[in-house]
């Protein structure tokens, strides 16, 4: 190990130890003697408490460590304390599941049996040893209830993070109890999860930076406790997969986690802070992703947010072993030195969900193709999505960098007006209630706008573009009239363009002709709630009443969703001499916006010199179609310049390409640090296949290739080295003769 490498270890450690402490203290400050159980502010009760177990669980884990008397003694009553919200009722049919909080009535919430197994779990594989058999014997009853519970919910494997969860209660829980039957089944969901996620691309629950952390930790658990090789392996893949696709939307220029997002909490949207780049931090010690901004009000503690320029403090952070795929933190240090790039995905083929991400120096711009769902359609899991974002650079202002996103908005439910459940704050999102379809090509982009089945009483159906800085952004235009902020709001038209210059960029918004649905459908640039600025595009304005025709989106009185939507474009103010330069080019610029026969609307936005055409079912309320310079898209399962992947047989990157069999692979290649130069192939589904693996340093192959991954470490100067790690040897593996092959086969 070099000086530098056991440096970075040291540092590494100390930064666990201090998220461990500061967790520790935050858990004994919250914690409740007489209940052993962790504690925090009711969210429907003002001045009253709620108990969630499994927040506790980490605590007994940190004290069984320990292993004193007295820590064993308080592990233990935690312990029984949880146990006594696991739902027993004979004949209930959630039996085994638990109470989402200590003191619920009922099971409300059946993702409770996956955070009760993912707190439990390890400390019992790790140190159920400790307990007394009398504990012990309630603790394997207890698992053994819930997996028989995981058994029936089978969990879609749409649902990332709880399915992770699921896998890991059924793979982990199954050895832990020796039964051979939970072990099948995990296996099996296991292999139906994997095939369907790489199939695909990105995982299902794409870039959310709060879950994907949830999805990490599971991965990461799962590989450190699992027995099975082969699943141990393929969790150690799956894990760096997703560290790869979070990573690739990592701007480091602003500091965010660029969108969409399929979920993220307002806390984490608006502060910047959320769990995906606490676990960041923890592995690289990058100051800045700790620094939050300021924007919307001071919202409760929770979701994963946090509002100050503070270390995380999290047990389960500290507890689990994570790593950073060693590729990784090269390609992040040299980003600046990388951009303008895009990063294109696919999250499922079958569903047509696929994001967009362009970045560049001062912005990054990111488009969803379609609305995210799980089927739901609940406000828990299905709407807060950023389908699309901009985040761009703000130098010399408080806040560092800014956003710019986009709503639908029913009967005026903003932010703080709406909550997902009891046990959830109404200051938890602001949540999109309308079908969306988008498409983006670099720094343009298009989002469209359909109606959800409405069946309560409608007073209000509008489109929101929100710039979050509001009264603080630099200049604000309409067409060729500069806007007095403090003199809003002002009456805009279809085809207006309105232009914001803040901060490095420019950013042009055209308003779509919206479908009017009564006497009144105004478009306004107003200020919001909490003092952003708005350009807000009604379809209905007026008396509450029930719309017949938007009941269920097929009904007798059926005749095609509505009409709304807007165009962005956005440039970096290097670009453009001033505004009204900017302003000239939008103006250059061919719209069309039209309804044919079949109730297919198509939007085609010329500019410069790219075209993109969106093209939107209305009857289906569906996407049906894009093509960028004429030609029709199709969604790669990812392109980027540092990692491809694809069923192809052919991927390349850089200076680097592999040949297989037709399969899902995919290929990265770290060539921006010479020092940590490398390049590395995987087989996630372990299909047998021939194999070439050629880069600037020659070229390997196989006759036969599993399950398992190459790593080609190539710093220029050095020896290098081939590092295959999987169940067995490449059969017929031939390397170059100055590479030393080290094999890691399990």
């Known amino acids: 190990m070099t000086d530098k490498m056991a440096s ?109 197994l993912r707190g439990l779990l390890p400390l019992l594989v790790q140190y159920g040893d400790r307990l007394p058999p009398e504990v012990l014997a309630r603790c394997r009853q207890a698992v053994r209830d819930s997996l028989e519970e995981e058994a029936r919910l089978a969990v879609a494997p749409t649902y990332t993070n709880i399915h992770i969860m699921s896998l890991l209660a059924l793979l982990v829980g199954g050895e832990w109890l020796g039964d051979e039957r939970f072990q099948a089944l995990g296996r099996e969901r296991w292999e139906r999860w994997l095939r369907f996620t790489v199939e695909s691309g990105a995982p299902y629950e794409y870039n959310s930076p709060g879950y994907g952390a949830i999805d990490l930790s599971g991965l990461a658990a799962l590989a450190s406790l699992v027995k099975d090789p082969r699943i141990r392996l393929q969790a150690r893949l799956m894990y760096e997969r997703i560290w790869l696709h979070l990573s690739l939307h990592v701007h480091g220029p602003t500091g965010q986690v660029a969108g969409p997002h399929c979920r993220c909490y307002w806390p984490l949207m608006t502060t910047g802070r959320g769990p995906f780049k606490d676990l960041l931090w923890l592995e690289t010690g990058w100051a800045w992703l700790l620094e939050p901004a300021s924007y919307g009000r001071p919202f409760p503690a929770g979701y994963g947010a946090q509002p100050r320029a503070e270390p995380p403090a999290s047990l389960e952070l500290a507890l689990t072993e994570h790593w950073l795929p060693s590729y990784l933190r090269p390609i992040l240090s040299h980003q600046a030195d990388l951009l303008p790039y895009e990063v294109r995905e696919t999250a499922s083929v079958e569903e047509g969900y696929d994001l967009t991400t362009y970045m560049t120096p001062s912005y990054a711009l990111g488009t969803a193709s379609k609305t995210y769902s799980i089927g739901t359609e609940c406000f828990y899991i299905d709407h807060h999505a950023n389908y699309l974002m901009l985040h761009y650079v703000r130098p010399g202002k408080a806040n560092r960098w800014g956003m710019a996103y986009s709503r639908y908005v029913v ?19 602001f949540y999109d209630q309308g079908h969306f379809a988008g498409a983006q090509l670099k720094n343009k982009a298009i989002g469209l706008y359909a109606l959800m089945r409405e069946q309560e009483e409608v007073f209000s159906l509008k489109t929101v573009v929100v710039f979050q800085a509001g009264a603080d952004l630099d200049e604000v235009w309409l067409n060729d009239q500069r806007i007095d902020l403090a003199r809003l709001s002002l009456p805009v038209q279809a085809g207006d363009w309105l232009v914001v210059a803040d901060g490095a960029v420019y ?121 960028y310079n004429g030609t029709e898209y199709v969604p790669p399962s990812l392109h980027s310049p540092f990692a491809v992947q694809g069923n192809s047989g052919a991927l390349r990157v850089g200076n680097a390409s592999l040949v297989t069999n037709p399969q899902p692979m995919w290929l990265i290649a770290q060539e921006v640090e010479p020092e940590e130069r490398s390049w590395v192939a995987v087989n996630p589904l372990g299909i047998s296949t021939p194999l070439r693996f050629e880069t600037p340093c020659g070229m390997v192959t196989a006759d036969n290739w599993g399950l398992g991954r190459l790593e080609w470490r190539a710093p220029v100067g050095k020896p290098q080295e081939l590092i295959v790690e999987g169940l067995d040897e490449p059969i017929g593996l031939q390397a170059p003769k100055d590479i030393a092959v080290r094999l890691h086969i399990l």
């Open 8 to 116: 970075t270890d040291i540092a590494r450690a100390q930064r666990v130890a201090q998220i461990r402490d500061r967790g520790l203290a935050q858990a004994m400050e919250s914690y409740d003697r007489e209940r052993h159980l962790i504690r925090q502010p009711s969210a429907s009760q003002p001045g009253g408490w709620t108990y969630r177990p499994p927040s506790t669980l980490p605590l007994a884990e940190i004290l069984l460590a320990k292993g004193d008397r007295e820590s064993l003694d308080e592990a233990t009553a935690i312990l029984s304390a949880v146990l006594e919200s696991q739902e027993l009722t004979p004949g209930h049919p959630h039996y085994g599941n638990w109470l989402w909080l200590a003191d619920d009535p009922e099971v409300v919430d059946l993702n409770a049996v996956q955070f009760v």
């Open 411 to 429: 009967n005026d439910r903003h932010w703080g007006t709406l909550a997902a459940a009891p046990d959830r704050s109404k200051e938890a999102n």
């Open 507 to 627: 950013v042009g918004v055209h308003v779509l002709k919206p479908s009017q649905l009564g006497r009144e459908a105004p478009i306004l640039l107003e200020r919001g709630p909490l003092g952003e600025l708005w350009l807000t595009i009604y379809n209905y304005k007026g008396p509450a009443k029930r719309f017949w025709e938007y009941a269920s989106l097929r009904g007798a009185f059926w005749r095609g969703n509505i009409r709304a939507g807007y165009i962005l474009e956005v440039a970096e103010k290097a670009e453009y001499s001033s505004v009204g330069a900017f302003l000239a080019h939008l103006r250059e610029a061919t719209i069309e916006d039209q309804v044919d026969s079949e109730h297919i609307r198509t939007v085609r936005y010329h500019s410069g010199d790219d075209e993109i055409e969106l093209r939107y079912d209305l009857w289906r309320t569906e996407p049906a179609g894009r093509r």
